[in-house]
């Protein structure tokens, strides 16, 4: 995760990286867009997917203000991935030509990204070993614990509540669950105390427990 008014500012010397808004449940960013830009989500949330042939998709990431859309995209096109706004999104895309002259200029910058492609990496990892391995209560568990993580990285964590404008929908292309699936582990979950959903919020009531469910570490 970088900055975008920070990090990011160095990279505002394209025309381009003027700054877009798209409305929720709007394409962000299609599969042949990639060519010479790369795209950084300034506010808002959104999904990054791989549409499959029959209109099922796999969500691969849900972005939040400040991510980079994939760091592979920093070094050259990437293809067959969109990109949908959960909310309403500002972003900005560059010239990976510009970005790739200001990595080679600027060490502590290509440390980040070399961090953010690690982080990639294990994100990835963990994600088939989700998919391939994990019951239905421990992938939703862990998505609840990853993304509470993330945000609380970015100072977006009121105690243990987060903002939650994910539908149903959206967590079972992250999981590869039916949505009727996603529902009634939600609604077991919210039963057992474990967390609260309201007003397009969520906050973990018994962290330790969840923690149990996602075995998370």
Request: proline share 4%; hydrophobic share 45%; glycine share 6%.
């Amino acid at each position: 995760m970088l900055t975008p008014n920070a990090d990011w500012h160095a990279w505002t010397l394209s025309p381009e990286s003027s700054s877009k808004t798209i409305p929720a449940r709007r394409t962000v960013w299609h599969p042949k867009d990639w060519t010479e830009f790369v795209p950084v989500i300034c506010s808002g949330w959104a999904a990054a997917s791989i549409v499959l042939s029959n209109g099922h998709r796999q969500i691969l990431s849900f972005l939040l203000p400040g991510d980079l859309v994939s760091t592979a995209s920093l070094f050259g096109p990437i293809s067959g991935r969109s990109v949908e706004a959960i909310t309403e999104v500002q972003y900005r895309k560059f010239r990976r030509d510009d970005i790739k002259v200001l990595l080679r200029k600027n060490q502590d910058m290509l440390d980040q990204v070399s961090k953010l492609m690690i982080d990639e990496r294990e994100q990835a990892d963990h994600l088939a070993v989700d998919l391939g391995r994990r019951m239905a209560d421990e992938r939703i568990a862990r998505q609840i614990l990853y993304l509470a993580k993330r945000l609380a990285k970015r100072g977006m964590m009121n105690g243990q509540t987060m903002a939650f404008p994910l539908r149903h929908r959206h967590i079972a292309d992250a999981t590869g669950l039916t949505i009727h699936h996603v529902s009634k582990v939600l609604a077991a979950f919210q039963r057992a105390g474990l967390i609260s959903i309201a007003n397009r919020s969520l906050t973990i009531t018994n962290v330790t427990e969840l923690h149990k469910v996602g075995v998370w570490p």
